[in-house]
């Protein structure tokens, strides 16, 4: 089932995607299930926007791809290395990034990411996908000079517009499986991987995460990007394609 979270004569709903048009839900499906209004919306006629607004946390995995970690001059990490991105950085499918002033190098990221369902809090690995109410994709943006200076990477990672995710969270993926992320800057390939290279699963990564902190209905799990990442200035567009789960497209601009 693909659920989307849309714009539509001034208000904001949800509703699941069948062949053109959305089938609208009564409210969030992850709180509320999956009642109808018995209204069709054509997909044409509405704005899609981020599939979920975390309500605590964006939970992000860094260096999980060893062609990645090489690329940078970076060690393969011994456990997930884990990094916050605030809610404030979210936006939808279509949004514009805006570059953050003082910032002279943003680089993209094409992810895999999860959103969470229920409250996790020292889940077991092979309990782990039990947590997750779906999967959608996102762009982990990130300020490359400023993650090189600050010695952390709050500010380099977190700025407003930072994480684009969507277009719509799919309940039927398998993160185990054969779906490959590829990155477009402007039409051209940047970056091409099959999820299965990651270096700790999804299912490890809740696990460890939710040892040290808990997680909440909504919040995001982003899984890691592939090798080919680089340099977005104001114009561009990046996409972001992830088998089975759509495209997510947003152009930059200057703050």
């Known amino acids: 089932m693909r659920i989307a979270r849309f714009s539509h004569n001034d208000a904001i709903r949800y509703g699941i995607v069948d062949e053109g048009e959305l089938v609208v839900l009564e409210g969030d499906p992850m709180f509320a299930g999956y009642d109808t209004t018995g209204e069709r919306v054509p997909l044409a006629d509405v704005a899609l926007l981020a599939p979920v607004i975390p309500r605590s946390k964006v ?3 860094g260096r999980n791809y060893r062609d990645h970690a090489a690329e940078l001059g970076n060690d393969v990490p011994t456990a997930p290395m884990l990094f916050f991105k605030p809610n404030t950085s979210v936006i939808g499918p279509g949004d514009v990034v805006a570059l953050p002033a003082g910032s002279d190098f943003v680089s993209f990221e094409g992810e895999l990411a999860a959103v969470i369902g229920r409250i996790a809090k020292n889940v077991p690995a092979d309990r782990a996908l039990e947590y997750v109410f779906g999967y959608t994709i996102a762009n982990d943006l990130t300020a490359r000079d400023w993650q090189k200076s600050d010695g952390q990477w709050a500010r380099a990672k977190g700025f407003d517009t930072s994480c684009p995710l969507g277009p719509a ?3 039927e993926f398998d993160p185990a ?3 490959v992320i590829t990155t477009r800057l402007n ?3 940047r970056q091409q991987g099959p999820i299965s290279d990651m270096i700790f699963s999804l ?3 809740i696990a460890y995460a ?3 902190f808990t997680l909440l209905p909504g919040d995001v799990i982003l899984t890691g990007t592939p090798a080919g990442v680089g340099q977005i200035v104001a114009g561009d567009t990046v ?3 992830i088998t089975g789960l759509g495209t997510l497209r ?3 601009r200057d703050a």
């Open 239 to 241: 996409e972001v394609e």
């Open 203 to 205: 299912a490890d990564v």
């Open 177 to 179: 499986g054969d779906a």
């Open 210 to 212: 939710s040892a040290a």
């Open 59 to 61: 939970v992000a995995v």
């Open 169 to 171: 969270i799919e309940t």
């Open 187 to 189: 039409g051209e390939v």
């Open 250 to 252: 947003n152009s930059a």
